[in-house]
């Protein structure tokens, strides 16, 4: 445990000098907007002594998973939201765009701010940073991912891979449940089983994934899962990192920004009970289920349950509560980087762009009150 530590220092440390040595320019270019001798010899508070050096880490890694979500969902505008002038970018695939309106009318409206949300919420909090004399998040030098090849896409390099996406739908079930919560170590069942396993687009690919129809409805049903997959995440990882926040302004921020999360979690939790059950003719080990059917529906599945079921919460001694969960806050940046990892969302992404991320991430997970 000990040596662990220690090793995770000092790669830590070789990162950040690396920032002042042209022969580390690959690791360090462009991740931080500054790049500053000063940063090897931070103090207890940040260079100009504004911003305590625990919070610049968890603001710059919130910075960081903000500009990942905006990437993601920027792809998913183009293809199925509405493109305009607050989120520019792509044209709109009227097949894709349909597909998701079987889940809900407003699925574009919806697809289109959040992603305009997300994109304020990344401008934001570098700006932030930036006004407090602190280090900034860029990681464009890692836009290299190819974009779908289907009308309506834009052609350029992404920083993540939407075609490929293995998707934990267990939040479903989570979210259901009255005497399980995964700070208490439980394990839920997934909603879509085989989301959860192989690779699965969740937009498509060409335009050949615009047919037949039911395939291009399993891709938008992928998506339609996705969207509350991202969006619970982001709203654990606010009140996750809130309480190793220091300053009252750095944990307003936390605090106003992390419950909108929550809006758009609870949106898509909505919209995604109505994805049509139906099995993927170019995949059929791609299945969705009707979840309101034995063996699913009931407490566990019924669609229209979208509110948080009331679970255990700090203590079996305390009566149940209504809460999001998890909130447990040790790791919880090094957990968020596993679990979008691990949904295939970086396949393609060059190893420094995942040493770069894990050490923002534990440097936010080091952040103390
Ligand atoms: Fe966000
Ligand atoms: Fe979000």
Redesign the pocket.
């Known amino acids: 445990m000990k040596n662990q530590l220690k090793t995770s220092i000092n790669r830590r440390s070789f990162v950040k000098n690396g920032l002042t040595a042209a022969s580390a320019a690959t690791v360090g270019a462009g991740l931080l907007a500054h790049t500053s001798t000063v940063l090897a010899h931070d103090g207890p508070e940040e260079r100009s002594g504004r911003l305590d050096r625990g919070d610049a880490a968890i603001l710059r890694f919130l910075a960081a998973?903000?500009i990942l979500?905006t990437d993601l969902w920027q792809q998913y505008n183009e293809l199925g939201g509405i493109p305009d002038s607050e989120v520019p970018g792509g044209s709109g695939n009227p097949t894709y765009t349909a597909a998701l309106a079987v889940l809900d009318a407003d699925m574009a409206q919806y697809i289109h701010d959040n992603t305009e949300?997300?994109l304020t919420?990344?401008v934001f909090i570098n700006a932030y940073l930036d006004s407090k004399g602190a280090d900034t998040v860029n990681l464009d030098q890692f836009r290299t991912l190819p974009s779908s090849k289907a009308t309506g896409a834009q052609q350029i390099g992404r920083l993540t891979n939407l075609m490929q996406l293995t998707v934990d739908t267990s939040w479903w079930t989570r979210y259901r449940s009255g005497d399980k919560n995964p700070d208490f170590g439980d394990s839920f069942d997934q909603a879509v089983p085989s989301l959860n396993k192989g690779q699965h687009p969740a937009i498509p690919r060409d335009d050949d994934d615009l047919t037949p129809n039911d395939h291009i409805q399993a891709i938008a049903n992928t998506a339609g899962f996705h969207f509350g997959t991202i969006e619970q995440g982001?709203t654990s990882l606010y009140p996750q990192l809130a309480q190793r926040v220091t300053h009252p302004e750095v944990l307003r921020i936390v605090l106003s920004?992390g419950p909108?999360?929550a809006m758009?979690f609870q949106t898509w939790q909505d919209k995604a009970g109505n994805a049509p059950a139906l099995t993927d003719p170019k995949d059929s080990s791609l299945i969705f289920p009707d979840l309101n059917s034995p063996p699913l529906g009931g407490e566990e599945f019924q669609t229209n349950l979208i509110m948080p079921e009331p679970t255990i919460f700090l203590s079996r001694k305390l009566p149940t509560c209504s809460i999001v969960r998890p909130t447990a806050t040790k790791g919880a940046a090094m957990g968020v980087l596993k679990f979008l990892t691990e949904m295939g969302l970086f396949i393609g992404q060059s190893p420094a762009f995942f040493e770069l991320l894990r050490d923002l991430a534990e440097d936010a997970d080091e952040a103390k009150r």
């Open positions: 998973a903000e979500e949300d997300e919420h990344e982001g920004i909108t999360e758009h």
